[in-house]
Structures are given as structure tokens and as C-alpha cells.
């Protein structure tokens, strides 16, 4: 289907930048943290889990807002996989909003940029309530 192969792309492409955030995280961990563990006899999979994945926390972050912020926004994806088919159907708020103000008889920009505005307040409140369940999370901890 159209929306699965727009799932796939949009994971490929966000592959890179992810892989370099979460590189550059891993490198600001100390190697004496390692070390600790080690001494302390913890396996792979406990170093992992008990000192890898929480000190990733901040560069997890960051990927993940980035990508979705990114992946919301992502034009050439969904414009590439769906142009042929009518109607909006399978359309992203991106999309909907280039098709309503230059392709559709409609030829609105007016509501294009209002639904522009919309769609900038749902990412805000979507970063937002993220960034407060993290802090809570680690508030908790």
C-alpha cells in the first residue's frame, strides 16, 4: 500500500541523520563508566541497559523530536509516492496544504496558510507534551 511504503521511505531516509546523533552520544560516554561495569561484573546486555541506554537518553532525544518534526513535515516523500492518485486521501497536512492552494480548483492560499499555522502548533504541542513526559519520567528516577 501507499502508506506503508511511505512508512519505509521515511525510516530510510531519517537512517542517517539518527545514526549519526546516536554515534556522536555514544562517543560522549566515558570509557571509565565501561570500566566500572566491567569491574562490577555486569554482562553486555546489563552494561546495555543499565549504562548505555541512559546515558543515550539526551541524544535519543533529540533524534526522535528532529525525525518526527522532520518526517511530519517531509514534502518530496508523500508528494513522490502519491501524486498520481486523486483526491486526498493518503495526504499529509504538507500536502493537503500545496494541493489546496496551487493544484486544486479551490486555488486557496489563504486557508493553505492558515492550515500552515495549524500545522506548526501541532508539532509545538507535540514536542511539548514529549519533552514534559521525558522530564517526568527522569524527575521520577
Known sequence: TVMGAMIAVGVFVSLPFTTYVLLAGL????GEVYEAARVDGASR???YGSVTLPLLRPALLVAIVLNVIYVFNSFPIVWTLNDRNPGFSHDTLITYMYKIAF??????????????????LAILLAVVVYLRAVRWR???A
Open 103 to 120: 493544484k486544486s480548483a479551490l486555488r486557496d492560499v489563504g486557508l493553505s496558510a492558515a492550515l500552515g499555522v495549524v500545522n506548526v
Open 45 to 47: 546486555w546489563r552494561t
Open 27 to 30: 562517543q560522549t560516554i566515558p
Open 138 to 140: 527522569d524527575q521520577e
